[in-house]
């Protein structure tokens, strides 16, 4: 039945999305603001939290990074001084982003370090661009035992400093455009040189001018981009944000309360503690395709000095106006700025894909327009998806279906495992290890898997390495299992838990079990004859008493793998369903 097909894109979910961002706004949980966003270099767009991947770096090591044809060196803690503007002595601050120094807009120490007690509120000057930079006393920032006790303030390229440069009133000055290169706020002779070519050109000149007070090793936690793989940069940006505090504390009680039932029980603790530490959604993205967003910046009639420019420094928040329409848009704007002539454009951005992924439980029931679909089908009884977007999408389903409709889009969750190769390796191009289910069911040579490597965007270098890969793990190919077997071992897997370690060779085994499986039932078929007919229900408890012993223990044998079979898929126990049909045909 393909009849309720439908695409993100299409008319009606176009609607439903316009429909759900106007509401949320006028309920105030989407807002514009001018914050820190994880901007990719490479894609040139901002990305949520969880599209930030993170790796941990114990020391000083390279690291590829996407454009650059070396590898760039993190994990070290960069230690300069800033000299007094009295000409009095310095004050030695550590970075692991020395670039980041051409942002500075203040040095913060402890209030109770000895120390620093009687700089405080003095300045420092910023020896690139010669900004004055004070002294601040901050307390819930500082840690007085680590390094010098002083920390430098950039606020407008890192979250602890963000805040910081909030509670302090700080000068948040963004360095980077967003190509990742310097532009030219304050950044004097390196603006121009990308991100990465800053960090040694800074350091060789803090060299020069006598500032350099060392390098050490420093273990760090590194974010990357989880689509291209590119250092993630706190960026400051106007966005549009979803406030999500009250929606996540309403989606623990429904989990706590089991108004909604997470399975396994083990992922509730997963689900608590990111709901607990949930931040405020990034929805707006800096991309070509996707539902572009509803909201019209207001620029008025020969004011372009001060109208600013939507999603630059210069912008004013206070002129955007949101509407389901261009119409809808301008009554807003006419009731807002009467007597005004202004003209309205649309925001460039388009929102983040899961933003009209979280209303598919009833944007595919033709919400927000009432009908049959919608009344009978939503809420939904069981949502069966894969543990890894938990939170990219089963977490924003829950919160958007909360607020637009009042109604928990679904009772149960089930989150099956994840598909590994037989080694535990995630699946991967470059390791030649990706195993598509079609080479399974049908059967592949190794010399096509070779040749389905070649119409990817490989590396010629890793293009070879995943050739010696797929040499190591299918020396003969892939035999062709067809799709019950294939079925039949995904869901015996089950029990490995968060992932599945796919070996074809237990596909294989499961083909033959299928093939003995088929000859035995061809075999008896065969031999019953073209006339039989199965008894009906009623008769068998006759029947049974007058078979021989052999007939009434197989019987025994069928009703017990049927019972626990029945049990084990009414508790989503898949492994022992398929452990107990096994069974009882092998053994």
Same mark, same amino acid.
């Given at each position: 039945d393909w009849n309720r097909q439908v695409f993100t894109m299409d008319e009606t979910r176009s609607n439903a999305v316009n429909e759900a961002f106007v509401r949320m706004h006028e309920k105030g949980l989407i807002y514009r603001d001018n914050r820190l966003v994880n901007w990719c270099c490479k894609l040139k767009t901002a990305v949520s939290d969880i599209e930030?991947?993170?790796?941990?770096? @114990? !020391?000083?090591? /390279?690291?590829?990074?996407? *454009?650059?044809?070396?590898?760039?060196?993190?994990?070290? %803690?960069?230690?300069?001084? =800033? $000299? =007094?503007? +009295?000409?009095?002595?310095? &004050?030695?601050?550590?970075?692991?982003?020395?670039?980041?120094?051409?942002?500075?807009?203040?040095?913060?120490?402890? $209030?109770?370090?000895?120390?620093?007690?009687?700089?405080? *509120?003095?300045?420092?000057?910023?020896?690139?661009?010669?900004? !004055? &930079?004070?002294? %601040?006393? +901050?307390?819930?920032?500082?840690?007085?035992?680590? /390094? @010098? *006790?002083?920390?430098?303030? @950039? $606020?407008?390229?890192? $979250?602890?400093?963000?805040?910081? *440069? !909030?509670?302090?009133?700080?000068?948040?000055?963004? &360095?980077?455009?967003?190509?990742?290169?310097? #532009?030219? #706020?304050?950044?004097g002779q390196f603006a121009g040189q990308r991100r990465f070519e800053a960090r040694i050109t800074v350091v060789e000149h803090l060299k020069e001018i006598g500032l350099y007070r060392g390098v050490e090793d420093n273990p760090m936690r590194l974010g990357l981009c989880s689509r291209s793989k590119d250092v993630i940069e706190p960026v400051l940006k106007p966005q549009w944000w979803v406030a999500c505090d009250d929606m996540a504390a309403d989606g623990v009680e429904l989990v706590r309360s089991k108004e909604l039932e997470i399975i396994p029980e083990e992922y509730e603790a997963t689900w608590f503690r990111w709901m607990a530490n949930i931040r405020d959604w990034c929805i707006s993205r800096q991309l070509w395709w996707g539902h572009r967003i509803p909201a019209y910046y207001v620029s008025f009639d020969g004011e372009d000095a001060t109208n600013g420019s939507p999603g630059s420094p210069s912008e004013n928040m206070a002129n955007w106006v949101v509407g389901r329409t261009l119409e809808d848009a301008q009554k807003v704007a006419n009731e807002r700025f009467p007597g005004r002539a202004f003209t309205l454009v649309q925001d460039e951005d388009v929102l983040d894909t899961w933003f009209s992924s979280g209303l598919f439980p009833f944007s595919t029931m033709g919400w927000p327009d009432a009908n049959p679909d919608l009344k009978d089908f939503f809420p939904g009884q069981l949502l069966e998806t894969g543990h890894d977007i938990l939170f990219f999408w089963v977490a924003r389903m829950v919160m958007m279906s909360r607020v637009l409709t009042g109604e928990v889009p679904f009772k149960q969750v089930y989150l099956h495992a994840m598909v590994r190769d037989a080694h535990g390796r995630k699946m991967s191009k470059s390791l030649g290890n990706v195993i598509d289910p079609t080479n399974v069911i049908e059967g592949i040579t190794l010399e096509e898997l070779h040749e389905s490597l070649m119409g990817g965007n490989l590396d010629p270098k890793e293009v070879e390495k995943a050739k010696a890969g797929q040499k190591i793990d299918f020396p003969d190919g892939i035999e062709e299992c067809g799709a019950d077997a294939l079925r039949f071992a995904l869901v015996s897997y089950t029990a490995q838990g968060r992932d599945i370690n796919l070996d074809i060779k237990r596909v294989v085994s499961y083909r033959h079990w299928c093939n003995k499986l088929w000859n035995a039932i061809r075999f008896a078929i065969m031999n019953l004859g073209d006339d039989f007919q199965p008894r009906a229900a009623g008769e068998l408890e006759t029947v049974a008493a007058t078979l021989p012993y052999p007939s009434k223990w197989i019987l025994s044998r069928l009703n017990a793998a049927t019972k626990s079979i029945t049990d084990a898929m009414y508790a989503y126990d898949f492994a022992t369903s398929t452990s107990a049909v096994y069974s009882f045909w092998q053994y």
């Open positions: 930030v991947d993170y790796i941990d770096i @114990t !020391k000083r090591s /390279g690291v590829s990074v996407p *454009g650059y044809d070396e590898p760039v060196e993190f994990g070290a %803690i960069t230690s300069f001084a =800033y $000299p =007094y503007e +009295d000409g009095s002595g310095e &004050i030695v601050v550590a970075t692991t982003r020395p670039e980041t120094m051409l942002g500075d807009t203040a040095v913060a120490v402890h $209030p109770d370090d000895d120390r620093y007690k009687a700089v405080v *509120g003095k300045f420092l000057v910023h020896p690139i661009n010669g900004r !004055k &930079i004070p002294v %601040i006393a +901050d307390a819930e920032l500082v840690d007085m035992e680590f /390094g @010098t *006790g002083a920390v430098k303030i @950039t $606020p407008a390229h890192d $979250p602890n400093d963000f805040a910081t *440069g !909030k509670r302090h009133n700080l000068e948040f000055i963004n &360095i980077l455009d967003d190509n990742g290169c310097l #532009n030219s #706020n304050g950044t």
